[in-house]
């Protein structure tokens, strides 16, 4: 009964099976079938293993096979509005879901981080603007990312390729419901639920 796929090449430096790249197996399940819906990953602030010609370079590749694109964790509106506008200048219009931390401790944040994409170190962190947004937050045990989300909402509501929020929830669902309220209601996209938060997010 599966319909939906999300394809990520990971990090490691040799291929563990054999493809090389998520493209090349996004290309051998189109093959399987066509009825499948597969999404992307995509990186607003970089990678730390690829440069931005690089990242363009596969995603262009990708896009004709693809149906959707996941965002690595990102803390800046800003970096998320310039993101949307390269993705339509190198001609990709996927729908976009911005992927944003859910509410979690400073330190399983950066921890977990690394993990999704956002850097393997706090060095790489200073560099996404992780660091930067815990410091503004002022608060060093936990971080919630509501106003980051409503930021990010404000700047890129209207945008054509905004589909919504994934919600990095590091297995904590007891804060999502607070997190997922203030925003004009619209259409949802949980798994399993009929009844959710107040815009469109995937978990």
Partial sequence: GLS?????AGDRRTPAGPYSWSGHLLEAVKEFSSDFSAGVAGYPEGHPELSREQLVHNLVSKAPMASSLVTQM????????????????????LPVWVGVPGPVST?????????????????????TGMTGALWRRGDFLNYDSGRLIRDIHRKVAGHPLFAGFHVYTFNDFQRLPNLLSGLPQQAMLL????AGPSFPAKI
């Fill in 4 to 8: 939906e796929l999300f394809l990520v």
């Fill in 74 to 93: 990102c803390f800046s509106a800003e970096a998320i509005n310039r993101y949307l506008r390269s993705l339509r200048e190198n001609g990709v219009n």
């Fill in 107 to 127: 330190k399983k944040l950066l921890t977990m981080g690394a993990r999704l994409g956002v850097g393997r170190s706090l060095k790489l962190a200073r560099r």
């Fill in 191 to 194: 798994p399993g639920n009929t």
